[in-house]
């Protein structure tokens, strides 16, 4: 199978994956929300943020590492060395969650902890989740370096629909945070049973930890792991909510809740885009490894350029067209809700920029120059805390989102340039700007039939009716992205293929 084609595979099954863990997460949240309402959520989305710090500070970098040296290896056909590096990087991850989770629970059991709000029980449960949540992390990221993208689809989808059932559940019966936090720890397990099951089919684990790394590998995982050790700190800072930590200290569980629920939804939002970048790295750095010039060839502009174009097309009109709807939306979680319509508008529109330069920093990494990364990311994370020690005191959860979504956009617009300019790559302005005004177009009719009929789903029935034409009215792709368009109709269902064929031809007309 070729590059792109398994690229537009993997797609279709990150798709899969993606819009099944929107549904799931979508109904879970609505539903907790109505059961539990602002409080409650506040101090659930408090320990879930906590738990993935752990997670974070338990892995510095060695996921990311798996995907792209595995994905590498496994390119060159080097299936024993794949093995063996994922066997040392297993090793470490749970030397090193188990440090980690153990300093956690010693921390809950001594007389000075208390954390906001003070909960021991709480803690000790997320002390307990660090070993799972790091093993999870690295089997997925295995998962991911072998591009095959369907037994990881399959995985998650069961995983998550497995903690959908059972959080709202416990809800239901009234249960409480503590088991909604159980609810996380057997979803953490489920998924690592079905993964683990797929795994020894690429990576054989018999005699692998004996095995030596090359040095010369070994010298660029560490290099590598250091590198994206730095970016995870300041992602966690820019992209895991930080702005928790000073909401609890200067505002209550309601305004955590606000930020907390509308920072989720937002992400959940750019999800959908990131099907498509999600796929990238494990692509270029298989290309990398069959000794493609590290991918800066014309083959990786002219697959970068189409990046942006595909992430645009997508990222856009979601961004725009739920922040125009906002207000009709958040009416699903209940009338407490409502103050978090202007939080969610401003994280929707501040994460189009963010989902543009995922592509941006994952040609940075394929080409080994993700030091750039986190030297833009420290200054990034500094606005980002600067702007929430000012903002936050004053205006709660609304001046949360637009510490995060400045400092998103001031990194993004930076990392974008840099990569153009310092990798002589190609970045379709004329083509973002277009499909930027059809995206405002088709979010301008959604948002005014939302305001004066108050129909939601009117308003995306015509939000999505309006945006083709617009893309069209705009002559907003080209023939480059017909081409690109038209390749993933044999991945679609026999039944959509003419449907979508002519969809093409309408967005972007026959020479």
Known sequence: MSVDSKVISNTWWNALNTLGGLLFGLITSIALARMLGPTLIGQFHYWIWLSGLLILVSSPGLGQAMTKFGAELLGKQDRQTASALFAWLLFAELALGGLVGGATLLFAWAPWASAP?????????IAITVVPGVLERLFLAAAKGTQEFRSLSQSSLIGNLFYAFCAITVASLGLGVHALLLSILARRIVTLALIGRKLPSHYTMQRAPAISLPPELSRRLLLYCRDVSLILVIDTILYE???LFFLSRYADDAQIAYYSQSFDLAMKAMSIPAIFSG??????SSLAGQGYGGGLSERFNSLHTSSYRVLALIAMPIGLGAAAITPAFVLLYGPDFLPMAPVLSILLVGNIV????????TVLHSADKQSFIVRLGFVAAVLNIGLDLVLIPRYGAVGAAVANSASQLVSGVVGISYSVRRLNLTFPLRSVARIALAALSASAVAGLISSWLGGLVLAI???ILVYPVMLRAFAALDTGDRALLRQMHAYLPKQLEPAYQSLVDFLVPRP
Do not use: K, T
């Not at 796929?279 to 270029?284: G, I, K, R, S």
């Open 279 to 284: 796929v990238l790295l494990p692509a270029f």
């Open 241 to 243: 909510r930080s702005e």
């Open 117 to 125: 709000p003070s909960d021991p029980v709480a803690l000790i449960l």
């Open 354 to 361: 963010g989902a543009l330069a995922s592509v941006s920093a």
């Open 461 to 463: 029935a015509a939000g």
